[in-house]
Each structure stands twice: as C-alpha cells, then as structure tokens.
C-alpha cells in the first residue's frame, strides 16, 4: 500500500504482521520501494514493539527499537536503470 506519510505505513505494516507472528522471530524488516527498486528498509525489534503495541503507563513509557538505512547495491546506468539485489 501507498502512504503519503512512510511512518504510517510502517507503523501499519507492524501492527498487521505482529498479528500472525510466529514464534522466534526477533526482528521485523519493511522495505519501502519506489520503481520496483528497494529504497528504505526499516528494522524494527520485535520484543520492543510487543511493549510497544501493548501499552505503557504513563511515566514508564519506552522508545520503539527501530532502525532505518537506505538500500545499497542499485545502481543507475546511461543506458537505463539496473537493479541489483544485496542482502543487508
């Protein structure tokens, strides 16, 4: 789906893949795209988002264990656009 807003998107696409989570998984990756080429990935951690989704009492809140990095390993040609795949 598009967002105008990413955060939003992201905040969406965590709440609906925590609802089927299954068990030992510790981290949630989301990559946005834009031209069918990786653009933004977000990793979000999944026992801080468990606290997260869960709610805090005021006072004891903490922050949500994100991090964000730009994909890599695209690249842009004179002859066109070539995409190549890295794991990050």
């Known amino acids: 789906?598009?967002?105008?807003?990413?955060?939003?998107?992201?905040?969406?696409?965590?709440?609906?893949?925590?609802?089927?989570?299954?068990?030992?998984?510790?981290?949630?990756?989301?990559?946005?795209?834009?031209?069918?080429?990786?653009?933004?990935?977000?990793?979000?951690?999944?026992?801080?988002?468990?606290?997260h989704l869960a709610g805090e009492p005021l006072g004891h809140e903490t922050t949500l264990a994100q991090k964000t990095r730009r994909a890599s390993g695209s690249a842009v040609h004179r002859a066109g656009l070539v995409y190549r795949q890295i794991t990050l």
Do not use: H
């Not at 977000?42 to 606290?51: F, G, H, I, P, Y």
């Open 1 to 51: 789906m598009k967002y105008r807003d990413s955060r939003e998107g992201i905040i969406r696409a965590n709440r609906i893949v925590m609802n089927d989570l299954p068990d030992g998984i510790k981290t949630i990756r989301i990559t946005e795209n834009r031209l069918n080429m990786p653009q933004v990935t977000t990793e979000t951690d999944v026992a801080s988002l468990k606290n």
